[in-house]
């Protein structure tokens, strides 16, 4: 079942010389650098040999995977925050609040997910002057509707809608760069906050202890303005101000003062920074639509959140937005994106769409790393084999595993969407099954699923090796984040199917330790998974040197400890298979995790009583060598 090809180390133009059943060979734009050989494969429904799996048969529409996510932004991207501010999108957090939209105004909405890859970059240039860096395949809000950033072909062959010259997208355009805090900023924030009538807020009174370096001045010492006030002495003055003068109601922000001086130098600071304004009965208003509110908020720097200055506000397709041009930059940059729960966010003043939602599938799925990602088989008529397989009169419907070799959905299956008709066909021969997966386009066939399950036993299991952000970048840098596919254990369970979840690989040295593993199972826990399984790393063949590589890059303290755990093979020791067993009980239990299993959910291959644990999903844990264990490593 192997693809020699596929094996770190091998020659991936000449991966596959004479490939039975090949139709033809494919490059698409929309998966760089990967070659799609479609075949007419003679069976797809596979006995897996030996007799210590819980199944004995498998199907894998796929060879090689696509996890190859192609979205996403430059780090440094502003991206816009609910509370007002803005924040590069390379240090957003899961949890925090940003804008997205919804029926074509600003709401708020969390960030659910965040990860990072590399692919080729693109700059973007608009007519205002806004640029941002983004992959080729990214989607903006035009006018017209969603257009990526570069021509190509959806996944149906037809073409893409993408950015030409003049195509005119909606927004406010590019954010205001924040003030730099220096000596004149500093002492023209206390100059707008003393002056204005200092307010109570504790925020704003930290930061007026930290620039007046504990001590703040009395109104009755500011007395003699500055002669020759800069742009960064006027930012500060006005954010001072702002926050113990300022208002935002009803989307309009306006500074007050009844001391005239105050009032006239709000005047001149605000002549001095370009920024729109009005003098008005009330005080003084900003101008100039949401686009010059935010460029006031951005600029000048307020302690306290003015977001209710854009929440319900349309979003507004009257800018000086029209494309000017689109540039490749010629390199690969590490890019990055996250999934909200509207299904968008603001970047650099833009409607940016998040990497799950392209129209050929709700949901899309990143890199699973190097070694098999850019030749991949596809069995184009597996529904039809595997329809006639399964109505021989020979066929037992014994339990079938899907995901033992590659994941059934990994990202390709967005193009060819074989899944539904798998399940289809499994369903309707009475075949029970189960699917293991690492990715998040499973979401889509979720409403399949729970028809199948109405005629026949279905299971899911999702991977999920450890919550360190930091470690993953480096270990799966193309893969869902954790949250992300602890999300999709919630979705899959709050449809009614069980939904095991395979903490796997177990890195020893890495990912072992007490407080990451009670994490990671707290969380397994609170998204109600049905079973759990945990699984140390297997390093066979060709996984092996590249793990070994990346450990020596990353970690050469842990090299010689690997070699020591890993003498024996592809399977960790069996004393260190004992050590973690005893290490995962007594949190298996504090989390309710036991009752969902037996102490055997922390089995791991190669164990002599490795049998699958009472009340566990029947999914794809290899417990002998010769069966593939490829969904359960880091490649």
């Known amino acids: ?6 094996k770190d180390g091998a020659d991936r133009q000449q991966a596959l010389p004479g490939l039975p059943g090949l139709v033809r060979s494919v490059r698409t734009p929309d998966f760089a650098d990967v070659v799609f050989h479609e075949v007419r494969a ?19 529409p796929y060879r090689g995977c696509t996890h190859g996510c192609t979205y ?34 600003y709401v708020t909405t969390r960030v659910r997910a965040l990860w990072t890859t590399v692919k080729p970059a693109y700059r973007l240039t608009l007519e205002d002057g806004t640029r941002v860096v983004a992959s080729g395949d990214h989607r903006f809000l035009a006018e017209d509707g969603w257009r990526h950033l570069t021509p190509g072909r959806c996944d149906d062959f037809e073409e893409r809608p993408f950015l030409a010259r003049g195509a005119r997208l909606v927004g406010t355009g ?15 924030y206390l100059w707008g906050l003393v002056r204005g009538g200092l307010p109570g807020d504790p925020d704003v009174l930290a930061r007026a202890r930290e620039y007046a370096a504990g001590r703040i001045p009395r109104d009755g010492e500011l007395v003699e303005w500055p002669t020759g006030p800069g742009e960064d002495w006027s930012k500060g003055f006005l954010a001072g101000l702002f926050d113990t003068r300022g208002t935002a109601t009803g989307g309009e922000l306006v500074l007050s003062s009844s001391d005239s001086a105050v009032f006239d130098a709000a005047v001149l600071a605000l002549t001095r920074l370009g920024i729109g304004h009005a003098v008005e009965v009330r005080g003084v208003r900003i101008t100039g639509g949401l686009a010059e509110r935010l460029r006031f908020l951005h600029l000048v720097g307020p302690v306290i959140a003015r977001g209710n200055a854009v929440e ?20 690969p940059r590490t890019l990055y994106d996250i999934t909200t729960g509207t299904g968008d966010f603001v970047a650099n003043g833009l409607v940016s769409h998040n990497c799950f939602a392209r129209n050929s599938h709700t ?20 529904v039809e084999v595997l329809t006639a397989q399964l109505g021989s009169r020979g066929w037992r419907r014994e339990h079938v595993a899907l995901g033992t070799n590659t994941d059934p959905y990994q990202r390709a299956e967005g193009r060819y969407r074989l899944m539904p008709g798998i399940i289809g066909a499994l369903a309707d021969s009475g075949t029970p099954f189960s699917v293991l997966t690492k990715g998040t386009v499973l979401a889509r066939d979720i409403p399949v699923l729970a028809e199948a399950a109405q005629r026949v036993p279905v299971g899911v299991g999702v991977s999920i090796a450890l919550l360190d952000r930091e470690l993953q970048a480096g270990l799966e840098p193309g893969t869902p984040s954790p949250q992300a596919r602890l999300e999709l254990v919630r979705r899959v369970r709050e449809a009614g199917l069980p939904c095991g979840v395979f903490v796997a690989p177990v890195l020893p040295g890495l990912t072992d330790d007490v407080a990451g593993l009670d994490a990671l199972l707290a969380e397994v826990a609170a998204a109600g998974a049905s079973g759990v399984t945990v699984l140390p790393l297997h ?10 590589r990346w450990l020596v890059r990353a970690r050469p303290d842990l090299a010689d400890r690997y070699r020591k755990l890993y003498r024996g093979g592809s399977y960790v020791d069996a004393r260190y298979r004992r050590w973690l067993a005893d290490r995962l009980g007594p949190l298996l239990r504090k989390h309710g995790l036991e009752a969902r299993g037996s102490r055997d959910a922390v089995g791991v291959p190669g164990d002599a009583d490795g049998a699958w644990p009472e009340g566990s999903l029947p999914l794809t844990t290899p417990h002998r060598r010769g069966v593939d264990q490829e969904q359960l490593t880091l490649l």
């Open 1 to 6: 079942m192997r693809w020699d090809g596929q």
């Open 42 to 60: 003679k069976s797809v429904l596979n006995k897996v040999p030996g007799d210590r799996l819980p199944f004995g048969w498998t199907v894998n």
């Open 72 to 105: 996403c932004l430059a780090g440094d991207t502003p991206v816009l925050l609910a509370d007002g501010r803005t924040k590069p999108i390379a240090e957003l957090s899961v949890g925090e609040e940003v804008f997205g939209t919804s029926e074509g105004r």
């Open 174 to 188: 590019r954010f205001a760069a924040p003030p730099t805090v220096n000596d004149a900023y500093r002492g023209g």
């Open 312 to 331: 319900g506000t349309p979003v507004p397709r009257a800018g000086r937005l029209a494309v000017v041009a689109v540039e490749s930059l010629g390199v």
């Open 363 to 382: 949901y899309l799925d990143l890199d699973a790393g190097r070694d098999f990602d850019s030749q991949v088989v596809v069995k184009v008529n597996a």
């Open 539 to 548: 390093l066979r063949p060709g996984a092996r040197e590249w793990f070994a």
